[in-house]
């Protein structure tokens, strides 16, 4: 059952002061003959310019007394109910009919089918697919052009015209209608919806050769690979020509499947993925402390440093954070290592620094502005796992973090018999390494993601865990 639809606005997209309804047809049809038809003017509550009055010839006094749209909202959610909604460029139609259905809090959904698409399918070759143009092309006459019943009656024409070819056409004779406007994507779609499930993990997008071309995650994958196929952007509309199949696996741990994802992409570097593909770190803020107990920061190479607090691609990203932190916390330019190790700051003498590095500044007070920085960037604690729920009910998933930096994750089995903290710590698979991952760590433990624990080694005692970290 199809259910032919044509509007009249005065606006050429939805908007509540610009953009509204201001007349409706839908003609009822069962694929043989129209069975019921209405027609109405619709009140817009909002001004029709002169250019759409012009355009469609209806004004301001014509729809005065007309109804609002919440008032024939019923019929149209009784007429189109079980039915393909139709129209000639139905994007138009479709969107402003559900907007104005979103403005009364009722999310419309319908089958949609384009008989412009369709016509371009079973008449191709046309140097235009206008309604007025294709009518003239197949001697279908359009009584009231550019009002909603007039349009509307010829596109049910042009409807059936189009199933007759269709039940001519040597390729498409034996197809509804509907299933000759399934596109390649919307196929590859089902294929691809079927395929991942709604569970936690990383999943792949792959092109015909089998390449990966994205790499993503969430913690409902099928959700978020739905979302692909619902947006407008031309980037996301590229990805999916390509997309021929898809891959997944699953993580239980929303962390895990961030680390997942952000190794994933280092390693195969997809098309389509922006972020984290950089790999090398060649940069980083390293922390010490001197001999007077200052803490001091240093712009290193990564190969030098010893106490990378964070790392990064380049040396001006490197040095961008640090000029920050000496802003927002009014940090000595020596003890940042950005002047000589003698010498008193620049930033002192117009009272930017205050003046540690000229002895007036108790080293218990600037140590601790910049121990909130170790606060917001460093673990609470060097050795510590993370433990949180598995990729199946009896099994629990483990991020390992030593010496102050991540080192991999793994799985074990509710019934596994751990009788130390080595072994626990063993079911944590090693990990390739990037500085980026204990950043991915570090928000998860702001998020309170998973039970955080400090790891006490005892012997034959099997784990014991002295409390959260955060």
Known sequence: MFAIIDIETCGGKFEFRKGRITEICIIKHDGLTVTETFTTLINPDCNIS??????????NEM??????FHEIAPIILQMTEDCIFVAHNVGFDYSFIKEEFNSLGYKYKRETLCTVRLSRKLIPGKMSYSLGNLCA???????GRHRAEGDATATAQLLDRLILLKSEHPQYKNMGVEEIMVRRVDKIKEYVLNKVPEECGVYYFLNRDQEIIYIGKSTNMYNRA???FNTDLRKSKKMLNELMNVDFVLAGSELIALLLESEEIKKHLPRYNRMRKRSEFSHCIDIFKDERGILNFMLLPSDESEHALLSFTTYAAARERLESWIDEHTLCLRYCGLTGEEAICFDHQIKKCNGICAGEEDVEVY????????????????DFMILDKGRSPGE????????GHYVGFGYYDNQDHISTTE???????????YPDADGLIRQSLKQGKGRVVKI???ENAGPSFEGDLY
Request: cysteine-free.
């Open 50 to 59: 002169p250019f759409f009055s012009n355009l469609t010839g209806i004004t």
């Open 63 to 68: 729809v005065a007394d007309a109804p609002r």
């Open 137 to 143: 092309a197949l001697g279908i006459e359009i009584f």
């Open 226 to 228: 739905m979302s692909h």
């Open 367 to 382: 140590n601790k502005r910049v121990k909130k920085i170790l606060t917001e960037h460093a673990y609470a604690q060097p």
């Open 396 to 403: 629990n998933s483990v991020v390992l973090v030593e010496n």
């Open 423 to 433: 072994e626990l710590k063993s079911f944590a698979k090693r990990r390739p390494f």
């Open 456 to 458: 006490k080694v005892t």
